[in-house]
Structures are given as structure tokens and as C-alpha cells.
């Protein structure tokens, strides 16, 4: 079965449809619209370890559970080993997580020119201490996870180096993005290094795929095609949490039923109210327009409904240019 349980170290989990860090989106309310659209396991976007060292207690709410999360992962992204070891000290204190995973794949030229992000997998040797570090901090009491890019460029391809070392350092899972740093998210991911990573680990540690995974049967596509072991929705799943659900269909069933507007505008607005609840009404509002412009993508009428929606200030904005599709 291609839908299937799986184990990350001692944490077990009733599915293997993820949702991947994604930053300036995987905050609390959409992670948790996302578990109640059927995501198995959720991941936090991801925190500096240099903020938490500093005390930056915004910081630290990226960090918060959502109330239905029943098992969730902090991704921390650094260079430095001795401030991923105490990053990783405060996540344990902070956070009730069940993961921490080490982000060793944002392209973003501010994060790699502090060694974090792609430049680790560039540098496998930092990578394995840094691996080392987490796991020395989590004392065994967390599984820690790494995700790595396919190289640097199409002439530094290292992701079997970068694998290996965190391997060798007491990773308990890692994923693949499959584009390298300087493909950024264009281009196509290559699918087949991400089934030669499988074949590489042969087992030891699960393998989730991410990448170009945008309906359904992309999902089924990759999972079938690499033999990976769960995979992580990212940019499928803004607007789009339904992405879950539809895919436990499409993997159990052979198909799987459309959402209606009336559905995909009701949820949007149920994660309005839950980031209000966390934040406030004007921070929720700004941040919603772009999430609810992703909502009404397909919807007749949706062009118009976005060049409105960038202008909505206050909750009662949004009842007056949506409350029709409800």
C-alpha cells in the first residue's frame, strides 16, 4: 500500500503524507487546517538557532503546538554547531515536538551566507557535526531528522556525501528536494536522485521525497516511481490543504471527489479566525490576503475576487467579498 504507517526513530505515525516547513506559512493555523485536512505529521517553518540563543521570543512561538497537532517537528536551520547545540536545548525546553529536523536545503542567499540552509549540503562535513550536535543536545529523547537539497549546481551534485554524513552521525530520517541551490524552485526536480538516495540508505532511516508534488497523482507518482517512504506537500498545499485528503482517496480508493468553493472559502475562513485568535485581527488579515487569494484559485469569478481581496484590512472585509460563496 502506498498510503502506509510510519516510524521516525520511536515516533510512530499513522500516515506518510506530510506537510513541509514552509516559511512564512506553516505557522500554527495552517498546520492545523492541514492535520484536519488529513496531514499525518507537520512540520514548523523554520526557526533560526540564532534567534533562540538571543531569547527572541517571536522566535519561540514559531514553535507553539497546534491544539489537533497529535505529532509534529521543529526545523531549526544554522551553521554553526555549538548554536544548533543549544538551539536544539531550547527547543527541547520550549516546544512539546516530537521531531527536530535540521534544514539543510533553503536556497535563500541569507540563510546560505551563514553556512546554514543549501551550503550544508555543499558541506557534508559541517552537516554531519552539525547532525552530531542535535542529537548530543536531544539526549536521545527526540528523533532528529535532517532535509538536503540534490547539490550546490548541476556540477556540484552532493547529495550522496551530505546523506551519508548525516547518516553516519545519527540522523533518523532525511528528505529530499531534489533541485539544487541554484535552481532555487525553478526548473523540474530530478526525481531519480531521489530514488538513488532509497537505494543508498537501503532502509536504515525512512526517506521522504519532496518537490514538484502539486495534486494528487503527483504524490502517487513519486511514491510509486522512488519507493520513498512518505512525501512532504510544500507550495501544493498553499490554498490547497485539501491536498491531503484527496490523496489518502486517490491512494486508497483509486480516486478522489473535487471540493466545492463553498468548502475550500469556509476553511479559508476558519484559518482567519484561528490566526486572529493567535495574533490579531489586523497581523491575521495582512497575512490572509495572499492565503486567501490561493483559497479562490479555480472559482469562478476568482480574478476579481483576488484584486479585492488584496485590499481586505478587517475580517468583516472578507465577509463582504466571500460571504457568497459560503
Not at 7 to 33: C, H, Q, T
Request: aromatic fraction near 8%; charged fraction near 25%.
Amino acid at each position: 500500500m502506498l498510503y502506509h504507517p510510519v516510524k521516525i526513530g520511536s515516533v510512530e505515525l499513522n500516515g506518510n503524507l506530510f506537510l513541509a516547513p514552509v516559511a512564512g506559512y506553516s505557522d500554527r493555523s495552517f498546520r492545523s487546517i492541514c492535520v484536519e485536512q488529513g496531514a499525518s505529521f507537520t512540520y514548523t517553518e523554520m526557526v533560526s538557532a540564532e534567534a533562540l540563543v538571543r531569547g527572541n521570543w517571536k522566535t519561540e512561538e514559531l514553535m507553539s503546538r497546534a491544539e489537533n497537532e497529535k505529532s509534529y517537528s521543529v526545523q531549526i536551520f544554522g551553521g554553526e554547531e555549538d548554536v544548533m547545540y543549544e538551539a536544539a536545548k531550547i527547543v527541547m525546553e520550549k516546544s512539546s515536538c516530537e521531531v527536530i529536523d535540521i534544514n539543510c536545503g533553503c536556497p535563500v542567499p541569507k540563510i546560505v551566507k551563514t553556512n546554514a540552509g543549501s551550503a550544508l549540503t555543499r558541506d557534508p562535513d559541517r552537516l554531519g557535526k552539525i547532525v552530531a550536535a542535535v542529537k548530543r543536545a536531544t539526549e536521545g529523547k527526540r528523533p532528529v531528522t535532517v532535509k538536503i537539497r540534490s547539490g550546490w549546481d548541476a556540477q556540484t551534485i552532493t547529495w550522496k556525501e551530505a546523506a551519508l554524513a548525516a547518516l553516519e552521525n545519527g540522523a533518523d530520517a532525511i528528505t529530499m528536494h531534489p533541485r539544487t541551490k541554484t535552481q532555487g524552485y525553478e526548473g523540474f526536480s530530478d526525481w531519480n536522485k531521489l530514488k538513488e538516495l532509497v537505494q543508498l540508505v537501503d532502509g536504515k532511516v525512512p526517506v521522504f521525497g519532496s518537490g514538484d508534488l502539486f495534486k494528487p497523482e503527483d504524490a502517487k507518482r513519486m511514491l510509486e516511481e522512488t519507493g520513498c517512504d512518505g512525501i512532504m506537500f510544500a507550495r501544493g498545499a498553499m490554498g490547497n490543504p485539501f491536498i491531503f485528503k484527496k490523496t489518502i482517496q486517490l491512494l486508497q480508493n483509486g480516486e478522489y471527489q473535487e471540493i466545492p468553493a463553498s468548502e475550500r472559502i469556509k476553511t479559508a475562513f476558519n484559518e482567519l479566525a484561528m490566526l486572529a485568535a493567535d495574533t490579531n485581527e489586523k497581523h491575521a488579515c495582512m497575512e490572509m490576503r495572499k492565503r486567501f487569494c490561493a483559497y479562490s484559485k479555480g472559482i469562478e469569478g476568482g480574478a476579481e475576487l483576488r484584486a479585492k481581496t488584496v485590499h481586505a484590512a478587517t475580517i468583516e472585509d472578507y465577509h463582504q467579498i466571500f460571504d457568497d460563496y459560503l
